[in-house]
């Protein structure tokens, strides 16, 4: 029994999910109950108004969250999120599996996100950098390259890092490239850093799917979300000779059974702005296209999309997570009693976007920058072992793909906060 004295600051669907998926785990291995809430709850978090000017002359105030998860094996590390339907829970959520995630891979970082409520797409480049940078400017005293190290996430790119380093800077009074990863080359960017997540997606997927003895040439995608992530899996999985037969954004999908030229949908994107009306396939819903006939299916945009009501419809042989949190706990458990899919789960399957992270902080505090073959060969190395302590711990305990992985990675972060014992 939990013996936290927790407020409703975090409350929500997200959040719930995210302590039910620590609690299975830390029954697992039979946690301490001495070191179980310190592990689980977030360390602190700071919320902000953001006001921004428009450019009808008008001032909007948006609001702002960082949580810090844990930052008891190195400064904290994850993105930040604009989008309009960002909760705090939520953001507390996605800093507890960044502390997993990192943790898992071997990272010397504990977890964080930072989220702002706004649709990006409402506003222009100017009142997006304003934006941008105020969040940075609020953020200063609680944030730095030894302290929480934000990066990318949905709603975000890397000229907003670029904004926001050049803030943090600016403030320090000298050139900090470590204060955040994900930036633009010429400001410090890791080469290979853009499409990591997405290339260590793709890696998984072609290793999953050797041990289950598909050829990957015989394979077929599905991909619900078409940004960063979305779209760097399906490149990387086209190339690797799979077949992406359906791909969406949020104005919905599309579907060709023939497969779908993914440099022509990006490039019907950066005209079109979204898959709206792309004619190298035939539209679909993003329900129904979570419930294709297909080899992989990757939810790639945000949580909770596999649920009780589609679990049991899904007809893919692996579930591959490139999304945080996007299946819930009862669609796990439907996933489990199945028996028929095989999982890549979150912390493990999208690592690759913080592991390149990891090495562009490395980067900048070395000054000495890397090849982008040896970021993307430093990157499989970690991913190779990373699925292996996995697949070892699966076999181990007969636990889920899932269970293996968080069992791991919250271990660690308890062995660690035990280990440091705790401040009278
Ligand atoms: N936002 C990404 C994630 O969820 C990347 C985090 C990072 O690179 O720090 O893993």
């Given amino acids: 029994m939990s013996k936290a004295i927790i407020s409703s600051l975090y409350s929500s669907d997200v959040f719930t999910m995210a ?14 109950e001495a070191i179980r809430d310190r592990t689980k709850y977030p360390r602190r978090c700071l919320a902000v108004s953001l006001p921004v000017r428009r450019l009808d002359g008008s001032v909007t105030v948006f609001e702002g969250y960082r949580v810090q998860h844990n930052l008891s094996t190195g400064p904290s590390k994850g993105g930040i999120r604009f989008h309009q339907d960002v909760t705090i829970g939520e953001v507390a959520a996605l800093a507890m599996w960044m502390s997993w995630k990192c943790s898992l891979v071997g990272l010397p970082y504990g977890g964080a996100k930072g989220g702002v409520i706004v649709d990006p797409k409402q506003l222009s480049e100017g009142e997006l950098e304003h934006l941008s940078r105020r969040y940075m400017q609020e953020m200063v005293n609680f944030l730095g390259p030894h302290t929480d190290v934000p990066a990318p996430d949905v709603g975000t790119n890397e000229k907003i890092m670029g904004w926001m380093m050049d803030t943090y800077s600016t403030h320090v009074g000298h050139l900090s490239p470590a204060v955040v990863t994900g930036k633009p080359i010429a400001l410090g960017g890791s080469q290979g850093r853009r499409e990591a997540t997405g290339a260590g997606v793709a890696y998984l997927i072609k290793k999953y799917l050797a041990d289950m003895k598909i050829p990957v040439n015989k394979a077929t995608a599905v991909i619900q979300g078409f940004g960063n992530v979305g779209s760097e899996t399906a490149l990387a999985l086209e190339a ?3 077949k992406i037969i359906a791909i969406s954004d949020y104005t919905g999908g599309v579907y060709n059974a023939k497969g779908i030229n993914i440099k022509k949908a990006l490039a019907y994107i950066a005209y079109a702005k979204t898959l709206k009306d792309f004619d190298g396939a035939e539209p679909i819903s993003n329900e129904k296209l979570l419930e294709l006939k297909c080899t992989v299916l990757v939810p790639a945009a945000l949580e909770r999309v596999i649920t009780e009501k589609n679990a049991k419809k899904l007809q893919c042989r692996l579930l591959a997570e490139a999304a945080n949190g996007p299946t819930t706990n009862a669609a796990d458990k439907i996933i489990e009693d199945r028996g028929d899919i095989e999982l890549i789960p979150d912390v493990l399957c999208n690592s690759g976007g913080v592991i390149v992270s990891y090495f562009e902080w490395l980067q900048n505090l070395s000054s000495f920058y890397w090849s982008r073959d040896e970021v993307m060969q430093k990157l499989y190395v970690m ?10 711990q699966k076999r181990k305990f007969k636990f889920s793909r899932r269970l ?6 919250i271990g660690r972060v308890a062995e660690a906060k035990a280990a440091r014992g705790l401040f009278p």
């Fill in 19 to 32: 302590c039910r998926q620590f609690d299975q785990a830390a029954d697992a291995i039979s946690l301490p």
């Fill in 240 to 242: 690797y000779g799979a």
């Fill in 383 to 392: 991913l190779d072992r990373a699925k292996e302590s996995v697949d070892a």
């Fill in 404 to 409: 293996a992985a968080l069992t791991l990675g």
